[in-house]
Structure formats: C-alpha cells, structure tokens
C-alpha cells in the first residue's frame, strides 16, 4: 500500500492543520497512544489518515432491511465448552450472566434484564462477511462503551477480548475476538440482543452479540460470555487477537 511505503511524503504533503485535527481525538488517551506504537498501529495509523476512524458506519431504513440474513459460521454453541449455552437456551437465558472482568475497577455480572434496562441503540446498518456476502439488518443493544464506563477500564487496559461460547473447527478452538478502544467506544459499537426488532435467534448469536460497524463481519462476535480488558492480547489463545486471526490468518484490523 503506497500509504504505508511512503508515509513520510504522505505526511508532508498533509497540512498541519489537518494532522492536528486527527491528533485531538486520536490522543484521547495514553491507552489510545500506547496502540500506535505497535506494528499494528503502522496500518492503523494509515487508515488514520485517509479515514476518520470515529466517523459513523452508513445507517438504513427500515425499507432496507435483507428479506433474509445468512447466519454463518457457528449457529448454536453446544461443543463441550458450550454446554452450559444449551441450558440456558432452554430456559430462555433466565440464567444469562455477561461477565465483564480483567483490567477494570469493578467487574460486573450482567443480566439480559439489567442489559436492556441500560440505555440502548438502535442502528440498521449493512453486514459486510470476508467470504463476499453482504446483509442488511437492524440491531439494538446496549452500547459497549455504557458497559465499560459501568466496570471502569484500569489505565493499562488497551483492548476489549470478546469470549464465546462456541468453538469452531476440528480441533474445537473457542470462538473470540478483540477491539482496541476506538472501536470500543464508537458510538455504533454495541452488544446487541434484538435483531429486526425481535429477539436475536440463536443461529445470529443469542443471548449476546457484538455489532462493531466499522469492522467486517468475523470481527462481531457472536455468543458472547464474557469481556475481559487486557493490556495484550498474546496470552490469549493462539495470541493473534481473534479466531480467525489464529487459524485463518485474517487481519487483526479489519476496519471497513
Ligand atoms: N461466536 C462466533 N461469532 C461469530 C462467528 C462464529 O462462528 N462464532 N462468525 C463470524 C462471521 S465470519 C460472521 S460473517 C458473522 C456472521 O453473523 P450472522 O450469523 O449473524 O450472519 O459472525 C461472526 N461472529
Ligand atoms: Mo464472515
């Protein structure tokens, strides 16, 4: 990408105004800063400076929605890790507990009733998979930044790991992902428990699932558990920050 190559000339050739107005809300913290000075913060530094990356995902109407939305990848969870997933299906999720823990001042334990009673967001917006289909449906569900405000992010916390309750593949790999807190805190990231104004079906990821706009499609992770803050995500499974990203070789940042 000649961004990356010829970064320098790019950014002579950028005047100085643009490049401080990009700096206020991309210092927002020294979390935010500690990411860009990682090997992954050379790409999203790039992007950076062609997209805002605070800048909404595009919204629909109603009039949009897809008559039919795949559902893809793991439509249930019931592998051995998942079997407490098939119980609390059954008992429509009564017993449903999102944990929210590693680098925050007060871990939660969220109910589905104590999720909806938060504030929520509604967005109808369009699901761009890296296999090559597209989707467009409504989501509402709790923004992850009310969530993350709630428990209170340590100042060493630069990501949020997304655990599921699935497992993918022969070898029975746990299904996770992970954001930096720009996407964390977009105003269009949210944990999403309706879909098309219903309750989200198992096959699209019930109870739980992330909506992140701005990112493709393996990056919404589906059934979620449990959101851990961490300072890296090496130690974590394969150490590449998602599924995907461990078996797959995808992209860790995969901003649309
Ligand atoms: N837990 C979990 N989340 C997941 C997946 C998965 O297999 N398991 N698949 C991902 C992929 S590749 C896509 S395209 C979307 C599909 O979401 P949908 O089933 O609602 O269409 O979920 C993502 N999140
Ligand atoms: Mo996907």
């Known amino acids: ?136 449906g409504q989501w509402t569900g709790t923004p992850l930044s009310r969530i993350l405000d709630l428990a209170g992010l340590r100042d060493s916390a630069n990501y949020i790991v997304f655990h599921c309750a699935d497992t993918l593949g022969r070898a029975n790999r746990p299904y996770y992902e992970s954001i930096d807190l720009i996407d964390a805190f977009h105003p269009q990231t949210i944990l999403a428990y309706d879909m098309n104004g219903e309750q989200l079906p198992e096959r699209h990821g019930a109870p739980l699932r992330a909506r992140i706009e701005r990112q493709l499609g393996y990056k919404h992770a589906k059934f979620v558990m449990r959101l851990e803050a961490v300072e890296s995500f090496d130690a974590i499974h394969g150490g590449k920050g998602g599924y995907w990203e461990d078996v797959g070789n995808y992209a860790w940042y995969a901003g649309i």
């Open 1 to 136: 990408m000649a961004i990356i190559t010829n970064r320098r000339k790019l950014i002579a050739g950028l005047g100085s105004s643009m490049l401080l107005a990009g700096c206020d809300s991309w210092s927002r913290s020294d979390r935010v800063k500690n990411v860009l000075a990682s090997a992954e913060g050379l790409t999203m530094r790039a992007q950076r400076l062609i997209t805002d990356r605070n800048a909404l995902a595009r919204e629909f109407t109603l009039a949009d929605l897809s008559p039919r939305f795949r559902a893809n990848g793991s439509r249930t969870a019931e592998t051995a890790q998942g079997a407490d997933y098939q119980t609390m299906l059954a008992n429509n999720f009564a017993d449903y507990r999102l944990q929210v823990d590693g680098l925050v001042r007060r871990p939660l334990s969220l109910s589905l009733a104590d999720l909806r009673a938060m504030p929520s967001r509604t967005q109808i917006t369009r699901h761009d998979c890296v296999e090559g289909w597209s989707a467009i």
